[in-house]
Every structure is written in structure tokens, then in C-alpha cells.
């Protein structure tokens, strides 16, 4: 006889559930294929010139275009390469940073004025320093992915330690906790889901920062083809290069959303 997991009230919820997930899922594919459609149509129709906006069928074709020429998945390996490092040493040197500053009082106090500085910064205006630091490769690309990236993490994830609850470190520290285990067994732990929305901010801030570095200075990936298109008035490639961007941005969040679960899952464990 087959165990019942669930009591009868709970598995109409969860049946419930399901169904609205479905439907939220239905409608966002047809709210795409909407307004895919309507674009579709204002342009055959000539109501928006295409050469301006473009159209799905003409991307579709400029894609496949670059497929066919071999070009495609070097553009997308390029930037993907570029912003998954970034993104991996922003978030990695931020937590860092972030701990070191939770750590110690007077440090945090010294440094905070100029981390707030940096990340009014506009990180666009340091591209020809960036350039004569790192040269005019993948380096200064990377460079300006983490310099975009890195202020965020170290912002999100130092406020979460800090609004760590203090009755609880007054008790590990009544306990005889030291201060590595109070940050081992409370601050870490109860960070968990500011970290996961830190990395949901830090791929937005990841993508800006690879596609304004290949801006400035690049010789290939999507942010290259975007600067040459909308030189040579090529704007089906903008376009196309776009749309290409928004899919990996997405595949990108998708991940973490996915890494969020896989947390959750074993926390409640």
C-alpha cells in the first residue's frame, strides 16, 4: 500500500499551487508571443520602418546568418567567458571584503565613506585608465566586470552581516562563542538569502559591465557586434545581439534561481 505523504488539505494546496504556477507560465509565453507578434506585424505592415526597429523574422535571419558563418557561438563564448569571470571574482573578492569589513569595526568605519564613493562613481568615466592598466583585450574587459560588480556585492552582503540579530550574538557570546564561530554558525547562515539577492543584482551587474568593457575596447563578442552594427547602420545585427544578451542574461538568473532552491531544499533539511 503506498504511503501518503501529504494530508488530504495540503495536496489540494499543493495541486492549487501547481495550477497557478501553470497558469503564470501560460501567460508569460503567450505575453511574448504577443508582443513578438504585434512587432512582427507593425513592421510588415510598415507602420514602424524596419530598418529603424527591426523585426523578429529579420533577427531570426540575421542569427542565422551568423551560424552560418561560424561566428555565432564565438561572439556568445567571448562575452559569456568575460562576464562569468567577472561575475565569479566580484562576488567572490566582495564576500571577502564584506567579511573583513564585519570583522573589524574600524576598518568598516575608515573605508565605508570611500565604497560609497566608488559605487557613485560612473565606472565608465575610469575606461581610458582602464585601458592604459589593463590594455585592450579581455583583461580590461574582466577589469571593468568587476569594478561594476564588486560594490554591489560588498554593499548587500556587509549590510546583511551587519543586521545579523543581536540577541542572538549576545547569546553565542555569553556561551563563550569567539568571533569565528559566531561568524561560522549565525552570520553566514542567516545571510543566506541576502547572498542569493546579491547574486541575483551581481548578473545584471555582471552583463552591464562585460557589454559597457567590450564598448570601450573589444575585438570580438556580442558588445563588439552591437558598437559595429550601429556603425555601419547595421541594425538588425544590434538588435539580433541583443535579444541574444537578454536569453543568456535570463539562462544566467535562471541559474541562480535554480541554486536558490537547491539552498532552500537543504536548509529545511
Known amino acids: 500500500m503506498k504511503k501518503q505523504l501529504y494530508s488530504a488539505e495540503h495536496a489540494k494546496f499543493l495541486k492549487k499551487r501547481k495550477k497557478n504556477l501553470a497558469l503564470i507560465w501560460s501567460l508569460r509565453i503567450g505575453l511574448l508571443v504577443l508582443l513578438l507578434g504585434l512587432w512582427e506585424l507593425v513592421t510588415a505592415l510598415g507602420w514602424v520602418d524596419p530598418f529603424l526597429m527591426s523585426s523578429p523574422s529579420r533577427i531570426a535571419k540575421t542569427i542565422g546568418a551568423l551560424y552560418l558563418d561560424g561566428t555565432l557561438f564565438y561572439h556568445i563564448g567571448v ?10 571574482v566580484a562576488v567572490g573578492l566582495g564576500c571577502l571584503i564584506a567579511l573583513a569589513l564585519w570583522w573589524s569595526d574600524t576598518l568598516r ?7 560609497v564613493v566608488l559605487n557613485a562613481l560612473p565606472k565608465i568615466a575610469l575606461g581610458p585608465l582602464i585601458i592604459v592598466w589593463c590594455g585592450t583585450g579581455s583583461k580590461a574587459i574582466i577589469f571593468m566586470t568587476v569594478l561594476v560588480g564588486i560594490i554591489v556585492a560588498i554593499l548587500h ?6 543586521e545579523t540579530d543581536k540577541n542572538k550574538i549576545l547569546l553565542l557570546r555569553s556561551m563563550g562563542a569567539s568571533k569565528f564561530q559566531i561568524l561560522r554558525k549565525l552570520v553566514i547562515p542567516s545571510s543566506l538569502a541576502a547572498f542569493i539577492s546579491m547574486l541575483k543584482v551581481a548578473v545584471g551587474m555582471a552583463w552591464i559591465g562585460s557589454i559597457m568593457g567590450e564598448y570601450i575596447v573589444s575585438r570580438a563578442g556580442l558588445g563588439y557586434l552591437i558598437v559595429y552594427g550601429g556603425q555601419v547602420f547595421k541594425l538588425d545585427l544590434v538588435m539580433s545581439a541583443t535579444v541574444i544578451l537578454c536569453f543568456l542574461a535570463a539562462g544566467m538568473y535562471f541559474l541562480v534561481v535554480l541554486l536558490e532552491k537547491f539552498l532552500v531544499k537543504n536548509t529545511d533539511n
Open 109 to 115: 568605519r575608515v573605508l565605508e565613506p570611500y565604497i
Open 157 to 162: 552582503m556587509l549590510s546583511a552581516f551587519i
Open 79 to 88: 562575452t559569456l567567458g568575460e562576464t562569468l569571470l567577472g561575475f565569479a
